[in-house]
């Protein structure tokens, strides 16, 4: 049986969507009969059953730290920001530097515990354990850096790119990884192919490691009181980032109504997760509408899965681009949900690839009658019939297993 270091920033669900593909990935590997021990930096102790899990405690002695406290204390107390200054100078903050030495100090700690592998795993644009195991090079020959999103920032395909303070000390970051680790991994072919043209060495030790379907056992949940199964109820569950404009959306959902009145109280559109960008337009609709709900925080990871299960239609909403590598961290529930997904966006995305060049409930996210055209179709489909009303793809269902997963590995050599 193989086995596997993991190192990951965060196994917490509740602090980001990175975080919770983490633990599906972990999970995974536990079900695909791995023998694993993770390392975090969540900074408080969190278990996985039957997976031992050390939480990492950060270095609060070191030069760093204390260098770390200046600047945060000249920030706040004096209102002098030196953090752009600095980045530009050393490419990261002394608070990242002191959160690589705690990880790897960590990590070369271990003893008792031989991995044939150690995977790393990050969230959001840090890649802490990737910056720690860059400092342990004798681990290098194990090492499977699992790069979740394109990086640098600048990286990213517009509208989502911008610079940042320190931009090419972060690509000598990622050059390195791309040099040192002996496979890199990423959730998408996409992503590994737009990475791959700015760093060669990806395309030659890359895998694809699609994030992870994971069975959750749901304990006693309260659902929303204006949540009703028996209706049909279009769910867009995540952040609405800026590039991600809901406005098209809500208003071919203001036009089904419009051609078929019963729709309105037949129907609901929901936003769970963060917009501040569009949070007072979103809420003002809101006010006007009944079965427009607006839902900005206070939902457990769950909550929020349930609620995908027993959703009509699941939403992935992304920016108006001419590409989107990412493989979104809730396309594996939307899947598992077995319930249609309604895919705004590029054609040119991960997403799109892998429900199908056919798909039919797709549309850009800025087509404002083609969204109304599907959302008529999907309606009129449910309606005549909810119980055939399924997504049936037991293809990606497979991909996203821990089945797969287990293929994956095991074809790496040794």
């Known amino acids: 049986m193989e086995k596997i270091l993991v190192i990951a920033e965060s196994i917490n669900v509740e602090d980001s969507s990175g975080s919770k593909a983490n633990v599906a990935f972990i999970k995974n590997l536990h079900e695909a009969g791995f023998e694993l021990m993770v390392y975090h930096y969540t900074r408080q102790e969190i278990q996985l059953n039957a997976i031992p899990c050390f939480a990492i405690k950060e270095n609060r002695r070191s030069l760093y730290f204390f260098l770390s406290r200046i600047e945060r204390h000249l920030r706040k107390t ?57 400092k342990i090079p004798e681990l290098h020959s194990k090492w499977i850096a699992y790069m979740h ?14 610079v940042e303070a320190g931009q090419f000390k972060k690509w000598e970051f990622v050059k390195n990884i791309s040099e040192k680790a002996a496979y890199t991994a990423f959730p998408s072919e996409l992503l590994k192919d737009w990475m791959g043209s700015y760093f060669p060495e990806f395309l030659t030790n890359s895998i694809i490691i699609p994030h992870q379907i994971s ?15 028996t209706k049909f109820n279009i769910l867009h569950a995540g952040t609405l980032l800026e590039p991600r404009d809901p406005k098209p959306l809500v208003n071919a959902f203001i036009k089904l109504a419009q051609k078929f009145p019963e729709s309105a109280v037949e129907t609901n559109l929901i936003f769970i997760g963060k917009s501040a960008n569009y949070q007072e ?24 899965r349930k609620l995908q299960d027993l959703a009509s239609v699941n939403v992935i909403l992304d920016a108006k681009s001419q590409i989107s590598p990412f493989l979104p961290g809730k396309f594996p529930h939307c899947v598992e949900a077995n319930k249609p997904i309604l895919l705004l966006g590029p054609e040119l995305s991960e997403s799109k690839r892998l429900l199908g060049k056919n798909y039919p409930y797709w549309s850009q996210v800025t087509d404002e009658n083609r969204i109304t055209v599907v959302l008529e179709q999907m309606y009129l489909e449910w309606k005549n019939g909810a119980e055939g009303f399924r997504l049936n793809r037991k293809d990606l269902e497979q991909y996203l297993s821990h089945g797969h997963l287990r293929k994956v590995i095991k074809s790496l050599p040794q």
């Open 78 to 134: 004096l209102k002098l920001d030196i953090h752009r200054p600095l980045e530009n100078l050393f490419g990261f903050s002394f608070t990242l530097f002191n959160d690589r030495d705690s990880i790897a100090k960590s990590v070369r700690e271990f003893n008792d515990f031989t991995p044939d592998y150690i995977l790393t795993l990050s969230k959001g644009g840090s890649f802490r354990p990737h910056q720690a195991l860059l």
């Open 215 to 229: 069975n959750i056992e749901y304990n006693d949940i309260k659902l929303p009181e204006f949540f009703d199964a």
């Open 149 to 162: 999103d394109p990086y640098p920032m600048h990286l990213y395909p517009p509208p989502f790119a911008w």
């Open 281 to 304: 337009w979103l809420q003002e609709k809101a006010r006007a509408l009944e079965n427009l709900h607006i839902v900005s925080g206070g939902l457990s990871y769950e909550t929020v």
